[in-house]
């Protein structure tokens, strides 16, 4: 078989609750308990695979690891050693997002990794099995579209939201999520689940959204060029200006694509070293 050239997207949280830490003696103890609707986007890092002997991992746009310690290849290894297979995959990520952005770059690069090698070597696998191994965010990746995500990630049900169109700004800070968590666990600042029905009106309404991210108090705290790149999307004529997972990615939502684009160039412009993408939720 030839080469697959696999679409890794990014993904937005469009609210962030934390319920508060699962107790001990249930499953996931220790973990954070969510309540989150995650976006697909029509922006993302792309992935080549193709067969090989041996599993091999290239890396270009950024500086990582490409062992084990990389997700892409112990996703790649997982997959392989479930299917019982000795062949191999030479792999070549193409990385567009930036790093530790709360954009779930690195768990939508695992996930479309073990998508592209089950089309590359089918097998009866359980990629859901797998993808939870490898992180909270990696199963979303497996469903196309938005979702209302529970538990410690592994409650997924798919739901249907009206087009969304927005500007993403990250100003160059990397954030760990542990530190995001951490922060949040030191104030117990947790939240209360989303209202999914209200957050779906106001986009068909074309209103400002009512939803939260229980992560961001603890970032602007300690970041201020998050709390910046809040303001200047709002200052672009963007509404509902939201941090992104666990930063510093942060969003506002337009009116249109074209109007995404247009904020998006001149935010640009205004904040050369930032990265900054007009993007629209996938199929919209």
């Not at 962030?16 to 699962?22: A, Q, T």
Request: glycine share 10%.
């Amino acid at each position: 078989m030839t080469a697959l050239s696999v679409f890794a997207p990014a993904k937005i949280n469009l609210g962030l609750s934390v319920l508060g830490v699962v107790p001990a003696g249930q499953p996931h103890a220790g973990y954070h308990a969510l309540h989150t609707l995650m976006l697909p986007l029509d922006v993302g890092d792309t992935l080549e695979v193709r067969p090989a002997d041996t599993l091999r991992l290239e890396v270009r746009g950024a500086d990582l690891p490409t062992d084990s310690r990389n997700l892409v290849y112990r996703a790649a290894q997982a997959y392989l050693d479930a299917a019982g297979l000795e062949a191999g995959a030479e792999i070549v990520l193409h990385k567009s997002l930036p790093l530790a952005s709360g954009l779930g770059g690195g768990s939508s690069d695992a996930a479309s990794t073990l998508l592209a090698l089950r089309g590359l070597y089918p097998a009866e696998v359980d990629l859901h099995f797998l993808a939870a191994q490898l992180g909270a965010d990696v199963p979303f990746f497996l469903t196309p579209g938005a979702a209302l995500v529970q538990g410690t990630g592994e409650q997924i049900t798919p739901i249907d939201l009206p087009p969304v169109h927005l500007v993403l700004l990250n100003p160059g800070t990397a954030i760990s999520a542990a530190d995001a968590y951490r922060w949040l666990d030191e104030t117990g600042g947790f939240t209360p689940p989303l209202d999914v029905e209200a957050i779906r009106a106001a986009l068909e309404g074309g209103q400002p959204l009512p939803y939260l991210n229980a992560l961001q108090a603890g970032v602007l705290a300690r970041q201020p060029e998050v709390a910046a790149a809040l303001g200047a999307l709002e200052a672009a004529g963007l509404h509902s200006p939201l941090m992104s997972g666990s930063g510093s990615t942060c969003f506002a939502l337009a009116r249109s694509r074209e109007q995404a684009e247009a904020a998006a160039r001149s935010l640009q412009a205004e904040h050369p070293d930032s990265w900054v993408r007009a993007a629209s939720l996938v199929g919209a």
